[in-house]
């Protein structure tokens, strides 16, 4: 990895998005670089005396040398886990590509080598009627990092998600691997294929680790 801002997202939900992002902060560290993170929007929040935070978040902070504060990692925690457009309309919250632009933009200006920007959900996750995290990363105009969690059916994820951030004008600088299935059949064969039909590298293969790994 080299230095900059890099935008985090998945082939689907589940996928070890803050698992892998949490890796690579601390692959950074090792390296010698300062390291910050920043997820804008997260759905799945539980109250605590210090406010509405998610379990994500919370790991993203503690794997970044900057030291922030939570609402500095993640200024929007809604309540519900689920599709974020939904979570926000149950709080009476109109997400835009607007504001959460504004706030990506802010964290970025922080004087840190290397950053990550993690989503919410996969790469087409909507943010209201007409905007989705897409538009976002498109906005922000990052090179993006791919999640792939390899299971059953990882291909045809990895595929799609991988040509709509190309369509999308998104520079993919590369894939990984992170194993969510250990006895997944064709497990390697699996790799190559993705190796050999994606236009990007693969940047890592994160083996499977036993318990849950989280977005």
């Known amino acids: 990895m080299h230095t900059g801002t890099y935008f985090v997202t998945g082939t689907d939900t589940g996928v070890g998005k803050t698992h892998v992002a949490c890796t690579l902060l601390k692959s950074a560290q090792q390296a010698g670089y300062s390291t910050a993170a920043f997820k804008p929007l997260a759905a799945g929040g539980e ?28 200024p929007l ?10 979570a926000a309309q149950l709080e009476g919250i109109t997400l835009s590509v607007k504001e959460l632009g504004r706030l990506c933009l802010e964290a970025t200006a922080r004087d840190v080598d290397f950053m990550l920007i993690e989503g919410a959900g996969g790469w087409k996750v909507p943010l209201n009627e007409s905007e989705t995290m897409a538009d976002l990363v498109r906005v922000l105009n990052i090179p993006v990092i791919l999640v792939v969690g390899m299971r059953l059916g990882c291909i045809n994820h990895a595929l ?7 369509e999308d004008g998104l520079k993919l600088y590369g894939w990984i691997a992170n194993q969510l299935d250990p006895a997944m059949p064709a497990y390697r064969e699996n790799i190559t294929t993705l190796e050999h039909m994606i236009d990007a590298p693969m940047l890592a293969e994160i083996g499977w680790e036993h318990g849950p790994q989280s977005a």
Do not use: V
Request: net charge negative; with cysteine.
């Open 77 to 86: 925690c809604l309540q519900q886990a689920i599709a974020p457009h939904l």
């Open 47 to 74: 109250a605590t005396p210090s406010g509405m935070q998610n379990e994500d978040a919370l790991r993203l902070q503690q794997a970044c040398t900057l030291s922030l504060s939570y609402e500095e990692i993640n």
């Open 160 to 166: 799609l998600s991988a040509a709509a951030i190309k």
